[in-house]
């Protein structure tokens, strides 16, 4: 009888334990709010501008293009999840699939799914 009712708490403990476990699950989420507005990425003078209403620009002033003359994309956050679509001039669409690592209202650090690139952003 011992041993029955050992057996059931061991096997209680492994169930409540295992409910803990990270599963690696979409459970992370991030306030879009925090993604609006102009972002530089580290080291470089490439611009992304995030706007309120899920549309963006993004341009690189070493290429001597400035705010304005950027290209456009949409812009969808769910979760950690970001998904950014670019607009060529010729009209093309580019999806680009980010992992969001963090993100504050003055940096973010992004994982690019299809190459696992990591970049730190910051607020300007």
């Known amino acids: ?6 057996l059931v708490f061991d096997f209680s403990l492994l169930v409540l334990f ?10 992370v989420s991030f306030d879009e709010v925090d993604l609006v507005g ?5 080291n ?7 706007d309120s209403n899920h549309y963006g620009e993004t341009w690189d002033e070493s290429d001597s293009v ?5 290209t456009k994309y949409s812009w969808s956050l769910d979760g950690d999840d970001l998904e950014v679509v670019l607009t060529g001039e010729m009209g093309q669409v580019v999806p ?8 504050t209202a ?14 730190t952003y ?3």
């Open 66 to 70: 400035r705010e304005g003359e950027g």
């Open 106 to 119: 003055t940096s973010m650090r992004l994982k690019d799914e299809d190459y696992g690139n990591e970049k």
């Open 96 to 103: 680009y699939d980010y992992k969001v690592l963090a993100l």
């Open 38 to 42: 102009k972002w530089l990425l580290d």
């Open 1 to 6: 009888m011992r041993r029955a009712i050992l």
């Open 122 to 124: 910051h607020k300007i």
């Open 18 to 27: 295992a409910g803990c476990v990270d599963d690696g699950g979409d459970d």
């Open 44 to 50: 470089t003078q490439e611009y992304w501008r995030y």
